[in-house]
């Protein structure tokens, strides 16, 4: 194994020992594979490279203070990969095979996972992708999932700082009934000239509006989006975006501090009426917001006046993040401890 600078870690790629391969042919799965290998040998007509049939999950392993390694929410992004299958016709992968492959990739590079007390974790990146040839547009009838991790650092740079966004009107992540919802990689391709754009303007990431109407806010780039108002967590309704694991556990602990939550639409002029906004997501957990600039409308939203995370939000973050690493009770059932 590699020496690894723990404390340095950026998001990125890093080559671990062992993925974890699954086939679907003949109408079942097979047999979990073990590879230590990084390429696949995929035809050249197979339906993942023709007709867009691959969806993906994202979670995370952490090392407790306690030295056991947890797999946060790993059914609920179990759930997610089924549902993703079904949005893009794609053969399911049953939870019980999903949650097994996990958990052996997990197991089989335990030296991968980054130590405790360094914010840092291990990246969890399951892929179902369509393998079967086909030339007409149709479903594939093979299909391969497989489940490699890395280890990674903060998503973004700056940590649990605020950023600034750049409202996006230009382009659109998602149609409003296409695959907004889905965790395909199509959605991610859209997004990367305008994520480019933005990042070459010194903003963090986009904030996208919905792209019917331009009206009301949908996500942030790769994250959910969130606005505390009061005692109030508003997060928005939308068909067109994707169910955030960790938003959802956001809305619960907010739940949990007394908080009232809204999943409702949010029109981008209540951008106004925030006293904070966060983007959330599993690769950042949660980055707070300091401005948002709508150059539709020469408007600039500023949160974070003193330069540091909004009290709501630095609690939100505290908590699940505790969960995370063992040093809160998971009262929710969200941890999954490998022995």
Request: hydrophobic share 40%; glycine share 10%; net charge neutral.
């Amino acid at each position: 194994m590699q020496n690894i600078d723990w404390g340095e870690l950026p998001f990125a790629y890093m080559k671990t020992d062992y993925n974890v391969r699954c086939y679907f042919q003949n109408g079942k799965w097979g047999e979990l594979e073990i590879s230590s290998s990084e390429y696949l040998n995929l035809h050249m007509a197979a339906t993942s490279l023709h007709y867009g049939q691959e969806a993906f999950e994202g979670l995370k392993a952490f090392k407790g203070k306690d030295g056991k390694i947890r797999i946060f929410r790993l059914d609920e992004n179990a759930k997610r990969l089924e549902s993703s299958a079904s949005g893009l016709l794609m053969a399911k992968v049953p939870g019980d095979l999903f949650e097994k492959a996990v958990i052996k990739a997990v197991e089989l590079n335990k030296d991968f996972v980054p130590p405790f007390g360094l914010g840092a974790s291990l990246y969890i990146r399951p892929l179902l992708i369509g393998s079967g040839a086909e030339v007409g547009v149709k479903a594939a009838k093979e299909y391969l999932f497989l489940v490699f991790v890395t280890p990674v650092g903060p998503y973004f740079k700056e940590g649990f700082k605020p950023v600034d966004l750049f409202i996006c009107r230009d382009f659109d992540r998602a149609a409003p009934l296409g695959t907004g919802n889905i965790k395909a990689g199509g959605n991610y391709a859209a997004s990367l000239i305008p994520t480019n754009l933005a990042h070459k303007d010194g903003y963090a990431a986009i904030l996208y509006l919905d792209a019917k109407e331009k009206k009301y806010i949908d996500e942030c780039g790769p994250a959910n989006f969130f606005g505390i108002k009061g005692n109030k967590y508003i997060t928005p309704d939308s068909k067109s975006i994707l169910p955030s694991i960790t938003n959802k556990s956001l809305m619960k602990l907010a739940e949990d501090m007394g908080m009232e939550v809204e999943v409702r639409k949010v029109h981008v002029e209540e951008l106004a009426e925030f006293d904070e906004v966060g983007a959330c997501g599993t690769a950042a957990v949660i980055t707070p917001v300091k401005k948002i600039v709508d150059p539709g409308t020469n408007k600039i939203y500023e949160y974070c006046q003193d330069g540091n995370p909004g009290k709501i939000s630095t609690k939100l973050y505290n908590r699940l993040t505790a969960i995370q690493f063992g040093e809160m009770e998971d009262v929710h059932d969200w941890i999954r401890i490998i022995n």
